[in-house]
Each structure stands twice: as structure tokens, then as C-alpha cells.
């Protein structure tokens, strides 16, 4: 069984190869750069399965990129949330199912809320939120 913060740590490190995007297990006190990736929690179903067999976990990961200009930053940001590619969240978990961990399999499920507008750290940004379920044996 794969606890939440060893799933946040999996996500960290499995998304964090994506070459230039910074990843947060947990939303940082301080500055955020982008491009970023953060992992929010959002839903834990115990029991899915008989007697603990399978707990899943749902997160949200916000996704943003810098706005330069509107075009330049939804091509990066589509390079992001794209079903396959070398910057493609999706893809990654694809081929990284397990997050590095025992009895864990974790899928990218959909996309949403694409052209959020927001601003951090006084700099304005764009971004998409995507589903993450992560499946793990429960325990008694």
C-alpha cells in the first residue's frame, strides 16, 4: 500500500523528467516558477475493492505557463497536457505506471479548466488542470 505522501512523492518524480517543468508535492510556501506542475489532492475512495483490496486516489494537477503572449504560451502549455510526447504528462505516466512504487498504477485521465487565466507571483499565467487517478492496495 502506497501512502499519500509517497504517491505525492511518486508524482514528483515521475513528472519532474519532463525536462524545464517544476514540480510541487505539495503547494510551496514561498515563489513558483513557471512552467509548473502542482499536485492537489482531491478524492480518496477507500475499499474500491473487498476488504481494503484497493483504495484510489484522485488528484488535480494544475498545469501553467507563463503568458507571454497567448499563442506562445498555449503551444507550451499544449506540449504539457498533449496525449503523447516528450513533454506530455499523459505519456509519462503511461510509461511509468507504478510512480515507483509497489502495488501502485496510476493513469492520466482527462484534462479541464484549459486557459484558466491567473496570476502568480505578479507574473500572469495560463493553464489546464488534469485528472490523475492512482490505484494502490488498501490495507486492513
Given amino acids: 500500500m502506497a501512502t499519500m505522501s ?8 515521475t513528472i519532474g523528467g519532463i525536462n524545464g517543468l517544476r514540480c510541487y508535492d505539495v503547494i510551496p510556501d514561498n515563489a513558483i ?10 478524492n480518496i475512495e477507500f475499499d474500491l475493492a473487498m476488504q481494503r483490496g484497493t483504495d484510489l486516489y484522485t488528484f488535480d494537477v494544475l498545469i501553467a505557463v507563463q503568458r507571454s503572449d497567448a499563442r ?4 507550451k502549455l499544449d ?7 516528450s513533454s506530455s504528462i499523459r ?4 510509461n ?19 486557459s484558466a487565466d491567473f496570476n502568480l507571483n505578479g ?3 495560463i493553464g489546464a488542470n488534469l485528472s490523475i487517478e492512482v490505484y494502490t492496495k488498501g490495507s486492513s
Fill in 6 to 13: 509517497q504517491i505525492r512523492d511518486g508524482l514528483k518524480t
Fill in 33 to 42: 516558477n513557471f512552467p509548473v506542475a502542482m499536485f492537489i489532492p482531491t
Fill in 72 to 75: 506562445t504560451a498555449q503551444d
Fill in 79 to 85: 506540449a504539457f497536457v498533449t496525449g503523447s510526447g
Fill in 91 to 94: 505519456q509519462i505516466i503511461y
Fill in 96 to 114: 511509468n505506471r507504478t510512480l515507483g512504487l509497489a502495488n501502485t498504477d496510476a493513469r492520466v485521465v482527462n484534462v479541464s479548466n484549459y
Fill in 123 to 125: 507574473i500572469d499565467g
